[in-house]
């Protein structure tokens, strides 16, 4: 049975073309995805992203806990409200789920996962929680707003009370705080500035209202994954997986291989992996024929082997095709992706593409 968020009937009244998502019934756009795109890029945007599932994690394990199933190390949260991207591992270091972790308090930490993986996360750290001493609440009840563009926060800000606005605007990026009933995170995943919002089921429709209101333009699927592809950010189930180490997934960076004697799920396979010299490289792609990238296409890289693009489409931004490859190891920067039975000249290249509206690739 498909799945739907506090906010369908108000999606369904705007119009919305409503898709399934992972088993949730969600917006895919409002009329049309490009001009949502350029609405987040220009000026603000609002996603509902209720179907992502909020776990919050107690006790006085939770510390070491986190440490054992994150391959980034949560020991460098001593804030409050501080936020960290990290991945679950399986033992061979492929990624159960990417997420975001916020320090709440010595033996308090909230996490946000996917949506197309909710079950699966669950069931994996409620099994590896049996050896420590925490809790583990799915937050099911919470509510998820996302409200990006560079006017975000400004034009947002109003649907938070007085007393605690001023606070929120003040957030650092990848920090939150409760404010009131509502807990406000600066993260996002569209490459832009802006919050992500967390509420009571019950209150997320008029907080959308208020929001809406306020000229942030009701966003969908489509143009969130757009943004995403174009900032460089990767999808769980195309970009990675659990046959995929992160390290051949362009997130090396989110593993704390220091303190050395940490142990955490899925180190010595990473470990290894980070010795081979032949691991596959995660890059960006430029079309330089016309068409349009895809994923699972087939790359080719003469006299060095075959990649594939795991994300690819049109860029509303370069007004161009791009994408994302795991591509055989080598220092070049041409290949060729075969489509419709033909082999098209590609660029390699460093993402993100954009990154709070700036084009970060030569053209």
Not at 63 to 81: M, P, S, T
Not at 323 to 350: F, H, I, N, W
């Amino acid at each position: 049975m498909t799945k739907a968020t506090p906010l369908n009937a108000t999606h369904r009244k705007a119009g919305a073309r409503m898709v399934d998502f992972g088993g949730w019934d969600m917006p895919l756009h409002y009329g049309s995805q490009v001009e949502e795109h350029h609405a987040v890029r220009g000026n603000a945007g609002v996603f509902d992203v209720s179907h992502m599932t909020v776990v919050d994690i107690g006790g006085t394990g939770a510390r070491d806990f986190l440490r054992f199933l994150l391959a980034n190390d949560i020991a460098r949260l001593e804030q409050y409200g501080k936020a960290m991207y990290s991945c679950m591992l399986t033992p061979d270091g492929g990624v159960v789920d990417d997420l975001i972790t916020y320090f709440l308090g010595e033996n308090d930490y909230r996490l946000v996962v996917n949506a197309a993986t909710r079950d699966k996360d669950i069931a994996w750290i409620d099994e590896q929680a049996g050896a420590f001493d925490v809790s583990v609440d799915e937050r099911a009840e919470l509510a998820m707003i996302a409200v990006q563009g560079p006017n975000a926060r400004e034009l947002a800000a109003g649907a938070i009370d007085e007393q605690h606005r001023a606070a929120a605007l003040a957030l650092q990026p990848f920090t939150a705080a409760a404010a009131g009933d509502l807990f406000v995170a600066r993260t996002g995943y569209t490459g832009e500035d802006g919050w992500e919002i967390i509420a009571a089921g019950e209150q997320v429709a008029d907080l959308w209202q208020r929001i809406t209101a306020a000229g942030v333009q009701p966003c969908g699927l489509g143009a969130r994954d757009t943004l995403r592809l174009e900032a460089g950010m990767n999808l769980y189930g195309s970009d990675m997986d659990e046959s995929t180490s992160p390290l051949e997934s362009g997130l090396g960076w989110t593993i704390a291989w220091e303190p050395a004697e940490r142990e955490f799920i899925g180190r010595a396979a990473v470990e290894q992996m980070r010795l081979d010299k032949s691991r596959r490289r995660f890059c960006g792609l430029l079309l330089e024929d016309k068409g349009v990238l895809r994923n699972h296409q087939r790359i080719v890289v003469e006299g060095v082997g075959e990649g594939e693009i795991t994300s690819g489409g049109f860029s509303p931004t370069l007004q161009r095709s791009i994408a994302m490859a795991r591509l055989p190891a080598g220092d070049y920067q041409r290949a060729q992706v075969e489509m419709r039975g033909k082999l098209l000249d590609v660029r390699v290249v460093k993402m993100p593409f954009v990154r709070y509206g700036k084009i970060k690739v030569d053209l």
